[in-house]
């Protein structure tokens, strides 16, 4: 069962527009939820976080949301640029379980120079 | 500093034979979790050690097993294989048990004849 969801499989932005993933999950007791980002024939690569006490955290060009109540979570890049094409991945975890992370299963974003 | 280091990097077996794959985390790191990359599936956690015990562990059969040693080095057995067992083994450090971010591998590409 799929708890962490990720239903868009692909996107394509312009450059310098937003782009804008989407994430869902089921299980309410997820606390901390992360964004990866994966380039071909590489291990994923942290991006960025957000504690279940937040609605919003911000690094440079990215922004992560998370609206609880509607158990969804959202990772917006603004301005895309084409290094940003890769297969991002959001994952979330329970309290007191280690690194043990749940994953969706990713939505590869092509940004068009 | 030195990445994660995962060997080997790309394998191929036939079905019934088991296989084993090593994971060398950063300096440093005592924590290393093994995942599971399919295309439908996405990444699904295998188990994760920490100081040479299995903390926890996801819902795979038993023909997946782990174990660390004092050098915080990892490997992961897969028993009896089956054509289903074709997937991209990742396996990712951390510092401690609970630091939020995981520095992923490259991973090791099993193919499954």
């Known amino acids: 069962d799929q708890q962490v969801k990720q239903n868009s499989p692909s996107l394509s932005v312009q450059e310098g527009r937003i782009s804008i993933l989407n994430c869902d999950y089921t299980?309410?007791?997820?606390?901390?939820f992360l964004w990866y980002k994966k380039y071909p024939a590489e291990g994923p690569t942290f991006l960025i976080s957000?504690?279940?006490?937040?609605d919003k955290n911000e690094d440079g060009r990215f922004t992560v949301f998370l609206n609880k109540s509607a158990k969804h979570l959202s990772l917006h890049i603004v301005p895309s640029q084409p290094g940003d094409s890769a297969v991002y991945f959001c994952?979330?975890?329970?309290?007191?379980?280690?690194?043990?992370?749940?994953f969706g299963t990713g939505t590869s974003l092509t940004v068009i120079p | 500093k030195a990445g994660v280091t995962q060997t080997p990097r790309y394998l191929i077996k036939t079905r019934g034979q088991q296989v084993t794959l090593s994971c060398s985390p950063i300096s440093g790191h005592r924590s290393v979790s093994w995942y599971q990359q399919t295309p439908g599936q996405g990444l699904q956690f295998l188990f994760e050690?920490?100081?040479?015990?299995?903390?926890n562990k996801g819902n795979f059969p038993g023909r997946f097993s782990g174990r660390q040693f004092s050098n915080s080095r990892s490997e992961m057995n897969v028993s009896t294989l089956e054509l289903g067992d074709s997937a991209l083994y990742l396996c990712?450090?951390?510092?401690?048990?609970?630091?939020?971010?995981?520095?992923f591998g490259e991973g090791s590409r099993l193919t499954v004849l």
């Open positions: 994952a979330a975890s329970i309290p007191n379980t280690g690194n043990q992370f749940y």
């Open positions: 299980n309410s007791m997820f606390d901390y």
């Open positions: 990712a450090s951390s510092r401690d048990g609970k630091s939020w971010e995981l520095f």
């Open positions: 050690y920490f100081s040479e015990t299995q903390r």
């Open positions: 957000i504690s279940s006490i937040k």
